[in-house]
C-alpha cells in the first residue's frame, strides 16, 4: 500500500501552466501504475491520465489530450501532471492514486482510499 500526498495546485489565468505533484511513501511505488482525478463542484470525480510502472504508457482523458503530460520519476516516488494551456473547466481538486495495473477507462469506484487533493483554479 502506498500513501500519497498531492501538491502544487494554484490559481492561473486561462491559457497558463501548472505541475502538480504527488509523492507517495513507501518501497513498491515503482511496481503501480498512477492516477490523475479530478472533480470541479458539483459533479462527479472524473479519470484525467494515467502511467504504468515505467512510465513507458501514459493514457488521457479526450478533454485534456495534448494539454497535459502525466509522468513519474521512481526514484523520488512521485508522479507529476504537466498542465499547459489551461481553461476555466479544468477548475477542480486534482487527486493522484494507484492501482496494480493500467487500467484503459477507469472510474473513481475502483480505487479505495482518497487524498486531500490539491485545487486547480483557473480564471477567464
Known amino acids: 500500500q502506498v500513501q500519497l500526498v498531492e501538491s502544487g495546485g494554484g490559481l492561473v489565468r486561462a491559457g497558463g501552466s501548472l505541475r502538480l505533484s504527488c509523492a507517495a511513501s513507501?518501497?513498491?511505488?515503482?511496481?503501480?501504475?498512477m492516477y490523475w482525478f479530478r472533480q470541479a463542484p458539483g459533479k462527479e470525480r472524473e479519470f484525467v491520465a494515467a502511467v504504468n510502472w515505467s512510465g513507458g504508457s501514459t493514457y488521457y482523458a479526450d478533454s485534456v489530450k495534448g494539454r497535459f503530460t502525466i509522468s513519474r520519476d521512481n526514484a523520488k516516488n512521485t508522479v507529476y501532471l504537466q498542465m499547459n494551456n489551461l481553461k476555466p473547466e479544468d477548475t477542480a481538486v486534482y487527486y493522484c492514486n494507484a492501482a496494480s495495473t493500467l487500467m484503459l477507462n477507469p472510474s473513481s469506484s475502483d480505487f479505495g482510499s482518497w487524498g486531500q487533493g490539491t485545487q486547480v483554479t483557473v480564471s477567464s
Open positions: 513507501g518501497r513498491t511505488f515503482r511496481w503501480y501504475a
